[in-house]
């Protein structure tokens, strides 16, 4: 009978031992534990030809020993099934993970054992022994690379935002903070007061652009940010504040409010969550990324494990990836400890009137998006007296920015003349504008026009 994919996780089945069984070993040291039997086919009957001498498992075991690092000692014993002798290998959960096998890092994913990158591997080794990334120390550098100036706007911050003392002096400082042991620097000290972060790691710049329309092929504006992370925070908050448009309100005579396009508590939540959070393994960048009615925030290594983009619609623990980072980002007031810089985020969305972030974990990237205002729903337009497609064609405009006759034809496979009395009919209801003359026409949203 054929074994359950999810029991294949557990389980596998070998006619021999060989270099396969011990990869074996390790993807089940390193995922959910599990069993290997020797001397059956994949169906579980015995084939018979599994020969066990009286120093066979003994030397079976020194080799799974011996090939794994560090070296493991799974149970084997010997039994009969249908009057033919199996070995049975039983392989619990290693408490320090990763196990290696020949040299490499493998784990269990249904019936195949997969190789893992040197990424995946590292923080395997940070959860089961409790060291981040972030506190390991960084080769080659010294107080002499940190920034006296950073770390004083820190302790001021600091002041500022907790009324908290800190330390007069830098090395103090780091060391408050558990950014530096035994004189020998932390990755984390260096990312939050080097003078030259990205001298020891060039990967953590942020990327900002404005692009024009609605996708990257042509800049309106583009600037790459250097230095610390604390002031990256405040240089790519700063460039979307310069892009972004400004209205004033008038509530009541003389008072005036004025409204951002894109509500500036929000963008500021998602950059910090982006830049204290990543995978500074990963060799991608922040990026902040601005088009017409869209803004993105583009985070390199996905959302940490055990979080998902579901989890950050509602109150979530927070399990941050770089812990000594984010504990400096709480003392600035930068982030909360309680994992609620997205629903802060959410929240001034709702109060600008717009819709709800968009989260997305694409695996080696963390997306987040916040749009203005959606046109009107299906059921709104419908109310309005608009059929399937016409409703079809203003979610286009919603995606692509416009639509063409001949783009409404495409996605409805109707004629030129329905095509076009039907997108009249769109524009008299004021749901879109007509732009151009001719072949050159195009429908957009009204305030596109």
């Known amino acids: 009978m054929e074994q359950p994919e999810r029991e294949w996780q557990r389980l596998e089945r070998k006619a021999s031992f060989g270099r396969e069984v011990v990869k074996t ?91 893992m990158g040197y990424g995946e591997m590292e923080r395997l080794f940070e959860q089961t022994t409790g060291r981040s990334w972030d506190s390991h120390h ?67 710049v942020v990327k900002c652009a404005r692009f024009a329309g609605r996708d990257s092929r042509e800049f309106v504006d583009e600037k790459t940010l250097y230095g610390g992370v604390l002031r990256q925070v405040e240089e790519a908050y700063q460039f979307a504040l310069r892009h972004t448009s400004k209205a004033i309100a008038v509530e009541a005579k003389p008072r005036r409010r004025e409204t951002w396009e894109y509500p500036p508590d929000a963008v500021r939540e998602l950059l910090v969550n982006a830049i204290c959070h990543r995978d500074y393994q990963h060799t991608g960048n922040v990026q902040l990324r601005i088009y017409d009615g869209l803004l993105e925030v583009w985070t390199p290594g996905g959302l940490p494990d055990g979080v998902t983009a579901e989890m950050l619609q509602r109150e979530h623990e927070s399990m941050p990836r770089n812990p000594l980072i984010a504990n400096a980002f709480f003392l600035t007031g930068l982030i909360e400890q309680w994992g609620w810089g997205t629903l802060r985020a959410i929240d001034a969305c709702r109060d600008a009137g717009l819709p709800d972030p968009e989260f997305e974990d694409q695996g080696h990237t963390f997306v987040a998006r916040v749009r203005l205002k959606a046109l009107l729903s299906d059921a709104e337009l419908t109310a309005l007296g608009m059929n399937e497609r016409q409703v079809t064609a203003v979610r286009y405009v919603e995606e692509h920015g416009e639509i063409t006759n001949r783009a409404y034809r495409k996605i409805n496979d109707v004629s030129s003349r329905t095509a076009t009395n039907e997108l009249r009919g769109v524009v008299d209801a004021g749901i879109l504008a007509a732009v151009g003359e001719g072949r050159a026409r195009r429908y957009v949203r009204p305030e596109d026009a």
């Open 138 to 204: 960084c080769p080659d550098a010294s107080l002499a690379d940190i920034s006296g100036e950073r770390v004083g706007e820190f302790v001021a911050g600091v002041g500022e935002a907790r009324d908290h003392e800190m330390p007069g002096n830098a090395e103090a400082v780091l060391a408050k903070l558990g950014l530096i042991r035994d004189e020998a620097l932390s990755l984390g000290a260096v990312l939050l007061f080097g003078t030259d972060p990205q001298a020891y790691l060039p990967q953590s």
């Open 25 to 115: 070993v390790a993807a089940f040291c390193n995922t959910e534990g599990g069993v290997i039997e020797l001397g059956v086919g994949d169906d579980g009957h015995p084939t018979g030809r599994l020969t066990v001498g009286g120093n066979t498992l003994e030397g079976w075991a020194n080799n799974i020993k011996r090939e794994t690092d560090p070296g493991q000692t799974p149970s084997m014993v010997e039994e009969e099934r249908q009057g033919r002798t199996v070995v049975i290998i039983r392989v619990p959960v290693s408490p320090i993970k990763p196990v290696l096998a020949h040299g490499a890092g493998y784990r269990r994913v249904g019936r195949t054992n997969q190789t």
